[in-house]
C-alpha cells in the first residue's frame, strides 16, 4: 500500500519555525515528484510548494516565497517543508502528495491537487500568540 505520512506540525508563535516531514511508506520517493498543499479552515486546499525527483525543480506559491524552504533527503525517503517567520495566515492542515506515476522529470511539478493522486493525512499548523 503507498502511503504518505506527514509529521512535524503544532503550535508556533508568530514569526516561529516549523519543519513539516513527508515519509512515503510502501514505495521508494526517488522517482517522485512531490507537492506539499494546504487548508485553511473554511478555504479550499492550495498548492504551497513543489519540489521534483532530483530536487533541482522547485516551485513556491508566492505567499511564501523567502519563507519556506522545500527539501528532500532521498536516502531518508523524506521530503521536508521547512517554515520559517510563520504568519498567521500559515495557520492550515498541512498534507503532502504524490502523483501517481512518478512525476515530471526535469521540470516544475506542477501546484494543482488534480495532478497527485497519493496523499497523507495531514498535520495541522496552528500560528497564534
Known amino acids: 500500500q503507498l502511503q504518505l505520512v506527514e509529521s512535524g506540525g503544532g503550535l508556533v508563535q508568530p514569526g516561529g519555525s516549523l519543519r513539516l516531514s513527508c515519509t512515503a511508506s510502501?514505495?521508494?520517493?526517488?522517482?517522485?515528484?512531490i507537492a506539499w498543499f494546504r487548508q485553511a479552515p473554511g478555504k479550499e486546499r492550495e498548492g504551497v510548494s513543489t519540489?521534483?525527483?532530483?530536487?533541482?525543480?522547485?516551485l513556491y506559491r508566492d505567499a511564501v516565497k523567502g519563507r519556506f524552504t522545500i527539501s528532500r533527503d532521498n536516502a531518508k525517503n523524506t521530503v521536508y517543508l521547512q517554515m520559517n517567520n510563520l504568519k498567521f495566515e500559515d495557520t492550515a492542515v498541512y498534507y503532502c502528495?504524490?502523483?501517481?506515476?512518478?512525476?515530471?522529470?526535469?521540470?516544475?511539478?506542477?501546484?494543482?491537487?488534480?495532478?497527485?493522486?497519493?496523499w497523507g493525512q495531514g498535520t495541522q499548523v496552528t500560528v497564534s500568540a
Open positions: 502528495a504524490a502523483p501517481g506515476v512518478g512525476g515530471w522529470g526535469s521540470r516544475v511539478p506542477p501546484l494543482s491537487e488534480d495532478e497527485y493522486e497519493i
Open positions: 519540489i521534483n525527483s532530483s530536487g533541482v525543480s522547485i
Open positions: 510502501g514505495f521508494t520517493l526517488d522517482d517522485y515528484a
